[in-house]
């Protein structure tokens, strides 16, 4: 939905806005700006949310070994005692 708008607005800022967004009049430097501005917003939204999502699988998991070769020798280790109990 349009509405017209009338707002008292930093020209030098409008013209600034103007250049970095390659837009040809100021309605439309004003309309990507705001684009901008809603597309930066949904994408902290979105890290914010995997951010979370990774805290929690942190405390679910525990505290994790940093090196790898013992998370192989204790994958080795329950491997081969299934091995063993299962004959």
Do not use: C, F, P
Not at 13 to 30: C, H, M, S, Y
Not at 44 to 52: F, M, T, Y
Not at 53 to 76: P, Q
């Amino acid at each position: 939905m349009h509405r017209y708008k009338h707002m008292r607005l930093d020209q030098d800022k409008i013209d600034r806005v103007k250049n970095v967004l390659k837009a040809k009049t100021e309605t439309e430097a004003i309309e990507k700006a705001l684009d901008r501005v809603i597309e930066g917003d949904r994408a902290q939204l979105q890290k914010k949310r995997i951010l979370d999502r990774m805290i929690k699988l942190r405390t679910t998991i525990g505290k994790v070994h940093e090196d790898s070769a013992d998370w192989v020798r204790s994958a080795r280790e329950e491997r081969l005692a299934s091995h063993a109990s299962g004959r």
